[in-house]
Every structure is written in C-alpha cells, then in structure tokens.
C-alpha cells in the first residue's frame, strides 16, 4: 500500500472524537462552548434552543419524525489549535440505541462530562464500557464547579475505582460554587481564575502577584497548596502512552455554563488526543495515511424529507484523499457510486465537501444500497471489522392491523433495520416479525415511524424471549443439525444468519451446554 505525505499530515490533525455523558451532566453546553471556540458558532445557544434541552420523550419524537434537528447536529465539524475537530454526537435520551453504540465505532477518542455533585451515572458508566471495549481513550471534564461539588479528591477516587483506570487530574479547583475562583494548573502551577461573561478565564502565572490576592482569599490558597501536597502524593500524573492505551484519563475541572475549563480541555485534546488510527479490516489493517480511499458506513439516516426515500449514509474516512464526484466502489454490491453530493457537518448546516481527510465525516446520499458496516473504496475489497450487532435486551412480535399489507411492512421493517433503528428477525416457525431493540425508546420511535411514514398502523405483542443470540459453528453439519433440532426457537437475522431466542436465562445456559459445539455470540459483527 502505498502511504501519500500530504494524506498522512491531513490526518494528524484530525481529531474525531464523541462527547459521553449521563443526560444533564452538561453536554450540549459544553458543545456549545467547544463550537464557540472552534469560530463553529457565535453566539452560545445555537445548537439548541435554551427550552429544548429537557426535551421530553414525544418533543424528541417530534424532532426524530422532522428529521432535520438531529441530523444537522449529529457531526460538528470545527478547528482549533491547528486541528480540524469532528465531534460525533450520542443521541442525549436516556434510553440506549444502537446508534450510540455504533457512532463510537467511528471516534477516534471521547470527552466524558461528569456532574461534580453526581460522580459517575448509569448511563456514564454504560458509554464509558462501549469505549473501552474498543480501547477508546477517554479524557474527563468534571463540570458545574460552579455549583456545590463532591469534595474533588473523593470524587477523583470514585472514578477511578468505578471504572477500574487511572485518573490523572491536569488542574485542581481552587473551592467549588459561590466559592469557585479557578484551577490550579498541575504541570505549570499557573493559575487560572474565573472571570466574567466577557472575560471567563484569567491566568495568573505569578503567585506574588497584588491581583491575585485581591482575587483569592490566603486561606483559600493556603488550603490549596497543602492539598496539592496530598494530590500529588496521592494522584498519577498524566502519562501520554497510558492515555492513548485507554489506562489513564486525565481530569479537567470546570464549569461549561462559565465557560470555563474549554480552553483547557482543547488544548488537551490538540496535545494528547490520538489523530485517526489504523483500521482493522478482515485481510489487514488500513493506515490513514494510505493514498487509496477507504471508509465505512457507521450510521445510515433515512427519510430525511419525508417525500423522498432518500438516505444519508454517514461515512468515517479511514484513509486517502476524498474528493466530490469520485466514483467509489461498494464493497458488498461490487458497483461503484458516484458522490457528486457528499455532505460536510458544519455546526447546524451542511455544506457540499469538496475534499474530505481520514477521520472526518462525510454524508453520502443515496437510494438505500449503503447499509451501516458497508465499505467504500477506490476498487479494494476491504471488509471493516468492529462495527457490532448487539444483542437485544427487549424483543416484541408486531401486529400489523391490515394483513394484507405483510409485504410493505417486511419492506419498512427492513428499511428501518438498515437505519439501526431496531433489528428484526423472522422465526423459522410462524408468520410474524419479531423486532429487537436496546431500549424501549427504540419501539417507540419504531412505531412512530412505522405509521408516518410508510402508513403501518402497528401494535406489539410480547414475545416470551428475554434475548437472542447470533448462533456458528465451525462445523457446517453441527450447525445445520442444530437448526433442524431448535426450529421452533430459531430465527434468521437480515442477513439470514440464525440467531437462538431464549426464553429465559435458564434457557440460554441449557442450550449453550447441550450443543457445545455452536458458538452463541453477544454481538455479531456486520458482514
Ligand atoms: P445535557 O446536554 O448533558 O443533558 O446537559 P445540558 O448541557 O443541557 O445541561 C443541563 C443543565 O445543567 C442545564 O440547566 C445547564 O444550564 C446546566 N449546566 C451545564 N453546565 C453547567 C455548569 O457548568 N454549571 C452550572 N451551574 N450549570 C450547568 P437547565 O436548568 O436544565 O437549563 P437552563 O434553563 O439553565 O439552560
């Protein structure tokens, strides 16, 4: 494989990376923030409107059905310190999609915004194992500082021993709420205090400076300094390559409402944060400074203008140069696809993209060939690997009221598969779909969707399984003799892959003892 210089830099100065967060932690103000230093936004509050932000189930319903909101928020492109930064988003619901899953298949690094009167959250934690399972390195913003906090140091511990890795804290708070003036900054020992609305940050490099004692009261760095002492006796320091191994996050303390502690994390990101890295594919590993295109497919959005079936695929760039209106091949049809229309995300509206690097995002419409874990290159035939299937926690038949209407609703039902809004398998016994999901949210977007926009009033039936697996074998014959033997229990995926519904737990253990010789597989990787 041939490397391109001009190709390699590009992707040096990529970071993609995602922002994850139990909901009201702070993510969309510190988007915000981010975008406001990125020169992506002027004024604070475009992302999303002040009322928007608790929005309740059916509000998001509403955006899910308009389409418009989620989509143009879903990649923020912006530069910073001389890297062009490409923040995917993670649906903020509380309940878990698939979409979020697969979105962090295609970061490079997240940013985990932590409330520092909270600590770690459901939801934090769940992100939080999605990440590592990939080795995705994770840099902490410990935010509303601003407000009556856990004490930083019982705080720091409980991170660490939750989630089971090092936490290096960058700064240290000098008190919290009413009280908050700032951050130390541990390499430097500079200070950084809070300011006001037209001024957030000030740094004070000189402790004997008469502005500073004006500003923090003695005791306040009295206090300071003695549990300096205690962090750095007690705390790791940050360490790049532990970082990058996914070991070590490194803490920033600050609070997004004031707009304080950004600068910080940016300039974090821009020092430490890992550019795009090597792709593992089935026969090797694809390097981003590679001169071939190559990306793959981690989201699909369909329906965008309810009129048309059109569909946004959205591609991560691996590799190469991308530039418009270059054919690509799709590796699971072998046919090319001309982009003349890709799509760049910038902050709230799209752009055409005359020319995309490895890491960043691309839309690419089409008329629903791409699929999530499709390939696109300039002619090899790459097959990613890591972009899951997970198994779902919640299973449900549908009803459909019309039946003579079965056949558009296989159609929609495999439409909205492909977008990852739920999975559905058929049963090798009986007649109706069965739909999988992570998260109750998902049915009811399913449902939704379903009657708007293909006109399928449908209802759900529970389905007496509690989960599924995808079923293998090394041996054919041990495969076909299980499918004979479990048909009642057995149904195919999309791609006509068997997958075992359990009944129960119990059942799900038997089963795996008594045919040893099938693998019963959590997730699935896309083919
Ligand atoms: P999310 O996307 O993670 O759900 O959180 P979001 O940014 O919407 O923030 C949730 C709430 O926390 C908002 O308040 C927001 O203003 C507040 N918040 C975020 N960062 C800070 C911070 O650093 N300090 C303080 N004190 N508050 C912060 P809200 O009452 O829900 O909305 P709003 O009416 O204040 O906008």
Redesign the pocket.
């Known amino acids: 494989m041939a490397l391109s210089p001009i190709v390699e830099a590009e992707a040096k100065k990529r970071r993609t990376f995602a922002i994850i967060?139990h909901?009201?932690?702070?993510?969309?103000?510190?988007t915000e923030k981010l975008l406001l230093f990125g020169g992506a936004i002027h004024l604070a509050g475009e992302v999303k409107a002040?009322g928007e932000?608790?929005r309740a189930r059916s509000d998001w319903m509403k955006i899910e059905q308009q389409r418009g909101i989620s989509v143009s928020t879903s990649v923020m492109t912006f530069d910073y310190g001389g890297c062009t930064f490409n923040l995917l988003d993670t649906p903020?619901h509380e309940d878990f999609s698939e979409d979020t899953y697969r979105t962090l298949t295609a970061v490079d690094s997240a940013v985990m915004?932590i409330d520092a009167a909270k600590g770690i959250e459901p939801q934090t934690l769940k992100l939080f194992q999605v990440c590592r399972m990939r080795d995705v390195p994770i840099m902490a913003f410990i935010?509303?500082m601003?407000?009556e906090a856990k004490d930083p140091i019982e705080l720091l511990d409980e991170i660490a021993s939750r989630l089971a890795l090092d936490v290096a804290p960058m700064n240290w708070p000098i008190g919290m709420g009413q009280n908050f003036r700032g951050v130390l900054e541990r390499e430097s020992g500079r200070l950084t205090l809070l300011g006001d609305a037209s001024e957030p940050e000030q740094t004070i490099a000189d402790r004997r400076s008469n502005s500073l004692a004006d500003r923090v009261p003695a005791a306040q760095l009295a206090d300071l300094d003695e549990t300096m002492e205690l962090v750095d006796g007690a705390l790791p320091h940050f360490d790049v390559q532990s970082y990058r191994e996914g070991h070590l996050s490194p803490a920033f303390f600050g609070?997004?409402?004031?707009t304080f502690g950004i600068r910080a994390l940016l300039d974090g990101l821009v020092a430490y944060a890992p550019p795009p890295r090597p792709q593992a594919s089935v026969d090797r590993e694809i390097e981003p400074g590679e001169d071939k295109v190559a990306g793959f497919v981690f989201k699909v959005q369909a329906n965008m203008d309810p009129k048309h079936r059109d569909r946004v695929a959205f591609v991560r760039l691996c590799s190469g140069r991308f530039m418009r209106g270059m054919k690509l091949t799709m590796v699971r049809h072998a046919k090319q696809l001309a982009v003349s229309n890709p799509i760049f995300f910038m902050a709230g509206d799209r752009e055409l993209a005359d020319e995309a690097w490895p890491g960043d995002i691309i839309g690419v419409p089409n008329h629903g060939q791409l699929r999530v874990g499709d390939a696109l290159t300039e002619g090899e035939p790459i097959k990613f690997t890591g972009i899951p299937n997970f198994a779902p926690e919640i299973l449900m038949r549908v009803r459909l009221g019309d039946p003579m209407r079965a056949k558009h609703l296989r159609k929609a039902l495999e439409d909205l598969a492909e977008e990852g809004v739920t999975q559905v398998f058929r049963p090798m016994i009986g007649a109706d779909w069965i739909v999988g999901v992570v998260g109750q949210l998902q049915l009811d977007v399913l449902k939704t969707r379903l009657e708007a926009e293909y006109n399928l009033p449908i209802d759900f039936e529970s389905a007496p399984y509690v989960t599924a697996r995808w079923c293998d074998a090394d041996d054919s014959r041990a495969l076909d003799a299980f499918r004979t033997q479990k048909k009642s229990s057995l149904a195919e995926d999309r791609d006509g892959n068997p997958v075992y519904l359990a009944r129960n737990t119990w059942d799900l253990n038997r089963i795996q003892d008594d045919f040893p010789a099938i693998r019963f597989t959590e997730t699935r990787e896309r083919a």
């Open positions: 967060s909901p009201d932690a702070g993510k969309t103000t510190l002040k932000r608790r903020g915004v935010n509303k601003d407000r609070s997004a409402l004031r």
